[in-house]
């Protein structure tokens, strides 16, 4: 879990923020309900749990698929090096980072002239319904949504840029408005824009092409929180990244908010300049996953709840497990199936819920898998008896068969690795952890083990 922390954590941040305060830690005890880590001093401990605990907590989530507490403990090693403000003041280091905005200035003061008065009315775009409390937690978005509420209550001064990704229909555009709104709240007098990078492209295009860069800078020089959605579309063009990165600076280092979100890493984004890239990296990366089944259930209850609308549970459970990886797609099926109800008439049933679906092209023939159907097409497969399974026997012809039934159960029917411990007589979750990653190395490296597993899944599913 440390490791598989570290890389993360690494990945997430800039190097700075990393060597400075994490790589230092010392994890030092892993128990079912908390990691304990140790700090060199009291300082770190202090810094630490005041700046990261809810986003490291997240990552931990992410991780493991459960809640672990993130303790700090101070080891009192060496008082004489306080790192005080290091993560601010480490040399910039090494070539892509010699590109690095200066953290370190104070933020430039902007001289503000009657002509920038009338800019105020900018258009925020933020779509009201997108809120923190409208959105639902679970172990695939907690890390965003901890790095989006820090961000939200402490605009600049957290994590600047924020860049959240992941796959389409995951909420990435819900949180990048909740944050919006929520600073906003927070002050009236904040200046936000929402805007995607289509748009935003479009914008530059045109102002090259009237010449009146000048009043496309000035808007954009004015605005205390720039969100731009999906920046994978940002124009390949060398004058639109060239006027983009000009923006992104001016605001960066006016101490301005910035909020990016992409459907992948800055890295993998074929089309962006390198130093493009490496702004975006040095403030926080923040990655949303597909929700597990019990989110999903969660949305949508919350979606009905939040319409008044009341439906049966097994509705609920058939939409949730019948897609998913998109959210927007499952909230479309609720919509299609209230709405079809409402017009006929006639109570939301299974039924109902299932001729909708099926109508969508979703299968609904994929019910949910239970902890019974994997461990009996394994033992066939295996040729073992269903008991061996909780035996604490640890010969590799029953400990394979076990680790791969493991695999199958976060795998195929989502559970959560401590629930998977208790369904194998009791294990610990670090135990289901080390089987699922297991197997998941296993499958990229012995053919054999990926004929296996595809054999498997196709026998659960049918
Ligand atoms: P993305 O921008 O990642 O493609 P969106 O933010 O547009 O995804 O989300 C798609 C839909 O799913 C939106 O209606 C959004 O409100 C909803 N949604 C996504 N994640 C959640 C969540 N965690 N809780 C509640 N609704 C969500
Ligand atoms: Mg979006």
């Avoid at 604490?392 to 039934?405: D, M, S």
């Avoid at 369904?423 to 296996?452: L, Q």
Wanted: hydrophobic residues 35%; glycine residues 4%.
């Amino acid at each position: 879990v440390w490791v598989k922390f570290l890389e993360k954590f690494h990945e997430s941040t800039s190097e700075n923020v990393y060597n400075a305060w994490i790589k230092p830690l010392i994890p030092l005890e892993i128990t079912d309900t908390y990691l304990k880590v140790g700090a060199k001093n009291n300082f770190t401990k202090k810094w630490l749990e005041e700046t990261y605990t809810t986003v490291i907590e997240g990552m931990l989530a992410s991780i493991t698929g459960t809640n672990l507490q993130f303790k700090i403990e101070n080891l009192d090693l060496k008082t004489e090096e306080l790192p005080i403000n290091s993560a601010e003041t480490t040399p910039v280091q090494t070539e892509n980072r010699s590109l690095l905005p200066e953290a370190v200035l104070p933020p430039v003061k902007n001289s503000f002239t009657q002509q920038d008065l009338f800019e105020d009315d900018i258009q925020s775009n933020l779509n009201p319904k997108y809120i923190f409390e409208t959105f639902v937690i679970g172990n695939s978005n907690r890390f965003a949504y901890a790095a989006a509420q820090a961000v939200a209550s402490n605009p600049a001064k957290a994590y600047n840029p924020l860049f959240i990704y992941g796959g389409v229909g995951l909420g990435k555009t819900h949180l990048m408005h909740a944050i919006g709104n929520q600073i906003k709240m927070n002050d009236s007098k904040m200046k936000i824009l929402y805007i995607s990078s289509e748009k935003f492209t479009n914008e530059i295009i045109n102002s090259i092409q009237n010449k009146n860069t000048d009043a496309f800078r000035k808007k954009y020089r004015n605005i205390d929180c720039l969100i731009i959605d999906d920046i994978q579309f940002l124009k390949n063009k060398e004058m639109t990244q060239e006027e983009f990165f000009h923006t992104f600076n001016t605001l960066y280092e006016a101490n301005k908010q910035i909020i990016i979100s992409s459907d992948r890493l800055p890295r993998e984004i074929e089309t962006l300049e390198d130093r493009l890239r490496s702004r975006f990296e040095s403030g926080l990366l923040a990655d949303i996953q597909s929700p597990d089944l019990e989110t999903r259930i969660a949305i949508l209850r919350k979606k009905a709840e939040s319409e008044n609308i009341s439906i049966p549970h097994d509705v609920i459970s058939l939409v949730a497990s019948s897609i998913d990886t998109n959210i927007r797609e499952i909230e479309g099926a609720y919509t299609k199936i209230v709405a079809y109800a409402s017009l006929m008439g006639s109570p939301i049933t299974i039924d109902l819920a299932k001729k909708i679906l099926d109508a969508m092209g979703t299968s609904t023939k994929n019910k949910q898998i239970t902890f019974d159907d994997i461990i009996q097409v394994t033992s066939d497969y295996f040729k073992i008896k269903k008991e061996e399974f909780f035996t604490k026997k640890r010969t590799q012809n029953i400990a394979y068969p076990r680790q791969i039934a493991m695999y199958l159960c976060r795998e195929m029917a989502d559970f959560s690795y401590p629930r998977i411990g208790e369904f194998f007589g009791g294990r610990d979750h670090t135990t289901v952890i080390h089987a699922y990653e297991k197997i998941v190395k296993k499958i990229k490296e012995d053919p054999n083990c990926e004929k296996t597993i595809t054999y498997l899944v196709d026998k659960l599913k049918q």
